[in-house]
Nanobody, 123 residues
Framework: QVQLVESGGGLVQPGGSLRLSCAAS????????MGWYRQAPGKDRELVAD???????NYAESMKGRFTISRDGAKNTVYLQMNNLKPEDTAVYYC?????????????????WGQGTLVSVSS
């Protein structure tokens, strides 16, 4: 139905920047919202930021001012620009997509997750 391909993770020093990308493909009728979550070792998965098809954004409080989420609707792609990274930002970052797809001539709302990309912030 919907496949997500993430890229952009890696190792960065404190204060550095990374840009994550997530491209969705499949039998997508409309991409309703896309977002990023993260999960650090021993912790629950938490919202980083999300963005609706209308461009409305929502950020976790600790990411405001450092992270920026954006989207390319034509490409069903979402980006996460992360600046001033801190060691506590180290986590696996997961892309999330909520879309409407066509399944056997019927519209169906689906939610899918990417495989995750590791972001490590360390000196």
């Amino acid at each position: 139905q919907v496949q997500l391909v993430e890229s952009g993770g890696g190792l960065v020093q404190p204060g550095g920047s990374l840009r994550l990308s997530c491209a969705a493909s499949g039998n997508i009728i409309s991409m309703n919202a896309m977002g990023w979550y993260r999960q650090a070792p021993g912790k629950d998965r938490e919202l980083v930021a999300d963005i609706t098809s209308g461009g409305n954004t929502n950020y976790a409080e600790s990411m405001k001012g450092r992270f920026t989420i954006s989207r390319d609707g034509a490409k069903n792609t979402v980006y996460l620009q992360m600046n001033n990274l801190k060691p506590e930002d180290t986590a696996v970052y997961y892309c999330n997509a909520k879309s409407t797809v066509l399944v056997q001539l019927r519209l169906q709302d689906v939610e899918v997750w990417g495989q995750g990309t590791l972001v490590s912030v360390s000196s």
